[in-house]
Nanobody, 116 residues
Framework: QVQLVESGGGLVQAGGSLRLSCAAS????????MGWYRQAPGKQRELVAT???????NYADSVTGRFTISGDNAKNTVYLHMSSLKVEDTAVYYC??????????WGQGTQVTVSS
């Protein structure tokens, strides 16, 4: 099992920045990639960014150039640096980990609210 705990959400004005953190624990040696997803009210959960163990990174078009995903292996933590935030970035952000045999693990989610 893998446990994920997110932190760093909050309220920020449009144009501002936030950094989300996701700390992994448990059988972390089985993790092959981690990432961030988000879900806005009335919408489906969507991919924001992912990073693999090999360092390959993928971003949604809507956040490219504004968000940066990074990892700290020593701390078993993945970060999402969000800048130039827009009102439409408002959502619950979820940390995700993919492990061996395509097992998916999710954090509890952290709210990000961007005000105009």
């Amino acid at each position: 099992q893998v446990q994920l705990v997110e932190s760093g959400g909050g309220l920020v004005q449009a144009g501002g920045s936030l950094r989300l953190s996701c700390a992994a624990s448990g059988i972390i040696g089985t993790i092959t990639s981690m990432g961030w997803y988000r879900q806005a009210p009335g919408k489906q959960r969507e991919l924001v960014a992912t990073i693999t163990n090999g360092g390959s990174i993928n971003y949604a078009d809507s956040v490219t150039g504004r968000f940066t995903i990074s990892g700290d292996n020593a701390k078993n933590t993945v970060y999402l640096h969000m800048s130039s935030l827009k009102v439409e970035d408002t959502a619950v952000y979820y940390c995700n980990a993919v492990a061996f045999f395509h097992r998916n693990y999710w954090g509890q989610g952290t709210q990000v609210t961007v005000s105009s």
